[in-house]
């Protein structure tokens, strides 16, 4: 069972530049979520979706964007990236409330 | 606010027992969770719990007081592998999961 696949596994990106980090669960969770996590401060919550069709800020949502087509994908897309976007981004998600979630590998993205 | 504190960094001998404590603050609060994390990988689940006590499972137990916003992990019989972060986390209303910085194990031989 592959669970939740995250892509790309890492990126250079360009500073102003736009992109998308993919994020696939083949375990029909109803919720996602989008975290960074940075040395010294832990994970941060980015992005959520309860369900298919609804999302939901998190604490440091400025600059991200996600969309919940459907159950199984939660893309991240940066409009235009900046050099403290650069942090290891983890895709997770969770059958429902009360339980717990489960992580992707993890994209290392760095903004130059 | 929401707050969860832990400490930075502890070390221990391998065979040896360690608790990682972890205080919180959090509006909604519905289930604290320990997660395991080691270097260059994802998170990984240990616990969770959401009424005061104590769970065991095998080498790991955790501990929770709501009363007090207080949680405690604590490790059996270290082995060299335990050596990683523990990471508490709390539930905040619904689907809000709260991480703390994480505490780096080292388990030295």
């Known amino acids: 069972t592959a669970g939740i696949t995250q892509a790309p596994t890492s990126q250079i990106l360009a500073a102003g530049r736009s992109m998308t980090l993919r994020c696939t669960q083949d375990?029909?969770?109803?919720?996602m979520y989008w975290y960074r996590q940075d040395l010294g401060l832990g994970l941060r919550l980015i992005h959520y979706?309860?369900?298919?069709?609804?999302?939901g800020k998190g604490e440091v949502p400025d600059g991200y964007s996600v969309s919940r087509a459907n159950t199984d994908d939660f893309p991240l897309t940066l409009a235009s990236a900046v050099p403290s976007q650069t942090s290891v981004y983890f895709c997770?998600?969770?059958?429902?409330?009360?339980?717990?979630?489960?992580f992707g590998q993890g994209t290392r993205l760095t903004v130059v | 606010g929401q707050n969860i504190d832990q400490p930075t960094e502890m070390t221990a001998t391998e065979g040896a027992i360690v608790q990682i404590n972890c205080t919180y603050q959090?509006?909604?609060?519905?289930?604290l969770f320990w997660y395991q994390q080691h270097a260059g990988e994802a998170p990984t689940f240990l616990s969770y719990?959401?009424?005061?006590g104590l769970e065991e499972k095998g080498r790991f137990s955790s501990f929770l007081s709501r009363s007090k916003g207080y949680s405690y992990l604590l490790l059996k019989e270290l082995q060299m592998k335990d050596s990683a972060s523990y990471l508490c986390a709390a539930l905040s209303g619904t689907y809000k999961y709260i991480f703390g910085t994480g505490t780096r194990l080292k388990v030295l031989a």
């Open positions: 997770a998600s969770s059958s429902a409330e009360n339980t717990e979630a489960f």
């Open positions: 979706s309860n369900t298919a069709g609804t999302t």
């Open positions: 959090t509006s909604g609060f519905n289930g």
């Open positions: 719990n959401v009424l005061d």
């Open positions: 375990m029909r969770h109803n919720a």
